[in-house]
């Protein structure tokens, strides 16, 4: 079983709805973080949280908010999507070494395409 | 604030020919680099990272990169590619006084391997 999983994998919804991205980790690790992905522009940091009641804005957080509801489970929610946010969303973990050198481990992403 | 640059959108090359992806970064201070890569219809996996000492890392599946203090760069080589290899791929740069890993990354460039 994958360490980091998304769902949904694929989600069409359109302008105006209210849409959550889901995620979940087994690897036991503290820190867990949203990226989106653009073709063009690589991946921005969206929020990040270093645990349950520590979560933190990112380069790109207008728009998003997100909820950790346990230390395996980080949720990304559009409360009003709008059509720029059509991208590849993906969800990373890294353990907490305290270091800029842990490695971050991603999950396979979320296509959402907001019509 | 830091920057990273892909000079290559796309390189193709055929199958066991070398070849070379380019990143450039942009900081003031010390860094931490990093590629990732990234399979069709995956999430992204770490290939290598420079923290400190040898300039020269290798990574897994063959490949290695080379830091360049005086020219900020940190290439991305493998003297003979599969087929298997057609992936995108990433730099990516973290601020090690920041205490922990916050990613800035490259517009990826797609290596296409061909028979």
């Known amino acids: 079983d994958a360490d980091v999983t998304q769902t949904p994998r694929n989600r069409i919804t359109k302008t105006g709805k209210r849409i959550m991205l889901e995620c979940s980790q087994t690897?036991?690790?503290?820190?867990m973080y949203w990226y989106r992905q653009d073709p063009g522009l690589g991946l921005r940091l969206i929020y990040y949280?270093?645990?349950?009641?520590?979560?933190n804005k990112g380069e790109i957080s207008d728009g998003y908010s997100v909820s950790r509801q346990a230390q395996a489970k980080f949720s990304l929610s559009l409360e009003s999507a709008i059509p720029n946010q059509t991208a590849l969303y993906f969800c990373?973990?890294?353990?907490?070494?305290?270091?800029?050198?842990?490695?971050?481990?991603f999950g396979p992403g979320t296509r959402l395409t907001v019509l | 604030a830091q920057s990273v640059t892909q000079l290559d959108s796309q390189v193709p090359v055929f199958e066991e020919a070398p070849v070379e992806l380019r990143c450039n970064y942009s900081?003031?201070?010390?860094?931490?680099l990093f590629w990732y890569v990234q399979y069709p219809n995956q999430g992204l996996q770490l290939l290598l990272k420079?923290?400190?000492?040898?300039?020269l890392v290798k990574g897994i599946n063959g490949f290695e990169a080379e830091f360049n203090k005086s020219q900020t760069s940190f290439h991305l080589r493998k003297p003979s590619v599969h087929i298997s290899d057609t992936a995108e791929y990433f730099c990516?740069?973290?601020?090690?006084?920041?205490?922990?890993?916050?990613?800035?990354f490259g517009t990826g460039t797609r290596l296409l391997v061909s028979p």
């Open positions: 990373a973990t890294s353990d907490m070494t305290g270091l800029a050198t842990d490695t971050q481990y």
């Open positions: 690897k036991g690790h503290d820190r």
């Open positions: 949280s270093f645990d349950v009641k520590d979560i």
């Open positions: 900081s003031s201070v010390s860094v931490y």
């Open positions: 420079y923290l400190s000492g040898s300039t």
């Open positions: 990516a740069v973290s601020d090690p006084n920041t205490g922990f890993q916050k990613l800035v």
